[in-house]
């Protein structure tokens, strides 16, 4: 988690929710990595878009 938040912190990404990224993910798992690629990109269209209606 630690690694994941910091590499999204230096490309400008701060999720505002990671709950469903809190379970065991295997390094040679190349299946359980696509998931969760997929998983944070969902995750950080998410956050996009409550930030920009919170501002509405």
């Known amino acids: 988690m630690l690694t994941l938040a910091y590499v999204l912190e230096l490309e400008g990404v701060r999720l505002d929710q990671t709950g ?3 379970t065991t993910r295997y390094a040679d798992d190349a299946v359980g ?3 969760l690629a997929a998983l ?6 998410s956050t996009h878009h409550r930030a920009t209606r919170a501002r509405c």
């Not at 944070?40 to 269209?45: G, P």
């Open 33 to 35: 990595a696509a998931d």
């Open 40 to 45: 944070v990109s969902v995750l950080i269209r």
């Open 20 to 22: 469903p990224l809190q």
